[in-house]
């Protein structure tokens, strides 16, 4: 270390900076005299350099065997599932059977009120609907189940056919939430359940809407 | 040097972004390909378990499906892309709290400021060259370096230096100050400095192409 008039504690805390152009030209003009004479500080800064250009490689992203394979089997999962709701809900309708059917859910959506499941069929006979549930909660279904979860919930059925959506659109193809981990938006599970789990479901329904806020701000 | 894949144009990808926009569907992977790698890389930063990681990058890319008629031309895709994908990992942490307690250090999130960081002390700094990125264990054990990091360090390093988002885009991802986002990645890039030191006395490098018996200092 070099008697200099900036001292080297005042380098080390600019030294990101920098390297990033984010000091003014005066400060720049004093660091770069700093680091002609301050060996310590002069190897901070190509430490910190050579840091920034290793990771900053492409190399450095790597993603486990078969990542694309998966994520493109995933994507074309969620098309077919989409194409098939779109082409089901138009091919056998003539256009003007269009504002025939939009009254009907008009006259309907007022006996429905605030119950968003009654109007689905549902895969399984036996189970609850839904109560009061986020409508555009992210959740989880396969293909011949009868319930939808929330991702990572250990009592997915056939992984393989996972398919991602929102609670709204797992109702409308007729699946019910699972009674472990939806357990919240079950009436059952609303009456059995302590006050706190209740507070996390609506913790859970407060960041969803957090995050759609901040999605529809870009 | 830039991540994005050099073969897929501006142009490209703003008519790619069109088309999905107007309902060509199947035309939602060319678009997101060039940055899957990006997307795993943010939600591992976040969450440090590989399959959570993958769940998220492939939830994170439904998302952005479901919401491209939302997306703006004045923004960039990728970072738009990013942002989305550290929300759902944000999300997922808060929710599953799957990711195990780090340190100390790391709960106590109160001032970047309150302790300066002295960086290790040495002679001198030979440049370790970006060709030793060929070699996979190099590449492991510079993750790994990253890994031990504090999860507040660890993010921010990953989302500005890895994903190359600017110091605002960081800031507004994970939701913290601009001056947060520059104390901390100062802290990472340094504290990274003197892991990649201590790397080379144990042998990480030995076979780069130094002068026998050299260390890089």
């Known amino acids: 270390m070099v008697e200099n008039t900036f001292r080297c504690e005042q380098v080390w805390r600019e030294v990101s900076n920098y390297i990033d152009g984010e000091v003014d030209a005066a400060l720049r003009s004093s660091m770069d005299e ?54 089901s809900r138009w ?54 189940a009868k319930l939808f979860h929330v991702p990572g919930c250990p009592f997915i059925h056939d992984k393989a056919s996972e398919r991602t959506m929102t609670a709204k659109e797992a109702m409308q193809e007729g699946y019910v939430p699972c009674t472990r981990c939806l357990r919240q938006y079950l009436k059952t599970g609303m009456s059995g359940h302590s006050a706190t789990e209740v507070a996390e479901g609506g913790r859970v329904e407060e960041e969803e809407r957090e995050e759609t806020l901040s999605v529809a701000g870009h | 040097m830039t991540l994005t894949n050099p073969t897929h144009d501006a142009a490209r990808e703003q008519d790619l972004i069109l088309q999905v926009q107007r309902g060509q569907s199947e035309l939602f992977y060319e678009l997101v390909r060039p940055y899957e790698r990006r997307v795993y890389a943010a939600a591992l930063a976040i969450l440090r378990n590989e399959q959570d990681a993958e769940d998220t990058a492939q939830e994170a890319m439904l998302k952005a499906f479901a919401n491209i008629r939302q997306f703006r031309a004045e923004a960039r895709f990728s970072t738009w892309l990013i942002q989305i994908t550290v929300n759902q990992a944000l999300m997922r942490r808060r929710r599953e709290r799957t990711v195990p307690m780090e340190g100390l250090d790391n709960r106590r999130d109160v001032s970047d400021n309150e302790n300066e960081y002295a960086p290790r002390d040495f002679a001198d700094w030979r440049e370790i060259p970006s060709e030793a990125l060929e070699r996979k264990e190099v590449r492991q054990r510079l993750a790994e370096a990253l890994a031990t990091l504090d999860r507040k360090y660890r993010e921010v390093f990953v989302l500005r230096d890895m994903e190359h988002l600017n110091i605002q885009e960081t800031a507004e991802a994970l939701g913290i100050t601009v001056a947060s986002v520059k104390t901390r990645l100062l802290r990472a890039r340094l504290m990274l400095r003197d892991l990649l030191a201590a790397g080379w006395e144990q042998g990480w490098f030995s076979r780069l192409p130094f002068e026998k018996g050299n260390k890089p200092w």
Request: charged letters at 20%; a positive charge.
């Open chain 1, 91 to 144: 091919s056998s309708w003539s256009a003007w059977l269009v504002p025939v059917a939009a009254m009907a859910l008009i006259a309907g959506g007022l006996l429905l009120t605030n119950n968003l499941t009654h109007w689905h069929f549902v895969r399984s006979q036996h189970a609850e609907p839904a109560y009061k549930i986020p409508p555009d909660l992210v959740v989880v279904v396969s293909d011949g």
């Open chain 1, 34 to 87: 700093h680091f002609r004479t301050c060996k310590r500080c002069a190897s901070v800064l190509a430490g910190t350099r050579n840091v920034v250009q290793l990771y900053g490689d492409e190399r450095m992203l790597d993603v486990p065997a078969g990542f694309s394979r998966r994520l493109e089997k995933r994507l074309e999962n969620r098309l077919t599932h989409d194409s098939a709701v779109k082409g």
